[in-house]
């Protein structure tokens, strides 16, 4: 599933800046279009993580979600994306220095 929200008017501009998500990402061993389209949403996943933002402000600042509104289901999202970001700090970037090493 596909999701874009748009939570309510005070949240219109911020949500109007984040992209189409799938509830679940890709799961594989390698790199997806998926993956490199959202590389700053993982990212930004890490940051809060490391600086012990609650999932809740996650959710909603970065998928636009209310997680008041569906409790399980944002909190799947936050979990199966923070897990994909974990996964490219410890394989995937791997495969971004393959890439840029073929490129010199």
Known sequence: M???CVTCD???VMAQAI????DKPPSGDSLTSYDREHMKL???LL???RDGADWREAVRILFGLDPDSDP???RSIHDAH???ARWMTEQGYR???RESQRKT
Request: proline share 0%; net charge negative.
């Open 19 to 22: 992209q189409a998500f799938l």
């Open 47 to 49: 940051d809060a993580e």
């Open 82 to 84: 923070l897990a994909r």
């Open 10 to 12: 005070d949240e219109k």
């Open 95 to 97: 495969e971004l220095v």
């Open 42 to 44: 993982y990212m930004r």
């Open 72 to 74: 399980a289901h944002c």
């Open 2 to 4: 596909v999701n874009k």
